[in-house]
């Protein structure tokens, strides 16, 4: 399975909207695509409107768990992927856990018709782009 990196957090609403729903989109696409794929945004943003927390301190416990069920993360580039501090936690964890770290580029996920994703097995630890 795949794990689905991607940024979320953000002052201002309607950017966690569109954050979510990007990461929905490149979830959907990767599953159509025959890629097993779980984004902790898709799952958590709806659990947010009961209350609970949007930063990474309190989901690293739940996502670390999850990504040690992963073969592999892939971090869909967002604006602001790169200033994330849960993103870049996740890609430490990656490393750290000797998981293979693949790059999303925003643009593919409107374009990406569902065909070949480019992602076949890479040595562990290893950082490339889809």
Do not use: K
């Amino acid at each position: 399975m795949i794990y689905l990196a991607s940024p979320y957090s953000h002052a201002q609403r309607e950017v966690r909207e569109r954050r979510f729903e990007m990461a929905c989109r490149a979830t959907a696409q990767l599953i159509r695509a025959g890629q097993p794929a779980f984004s902790p945004i898709v799952h958590s943003h709806p659990l947010v409107r009961f209350d609970l927390p949007t930063d990474w301190e309190f989901w690293q416990r739940c996502d670390r768990a999850l990504m040690s069920c992963c073969r592999e993360i892939v971090v869909l580039q967002l604006d602001g992927w790169r200033e994330s501090r849960g993103v870049q936690a996740e890609i430490d964890l990656a490393i750290d856990m000797d998981l293979p770290v693949r790059y999303l580029p925003a643009e593919m996920i409107s374009n990406w018709s569902g065909g070949d994703t480019n992602m076949s097995d890479r040595p562990s630890s290893q950082e490339t782009s889809i």
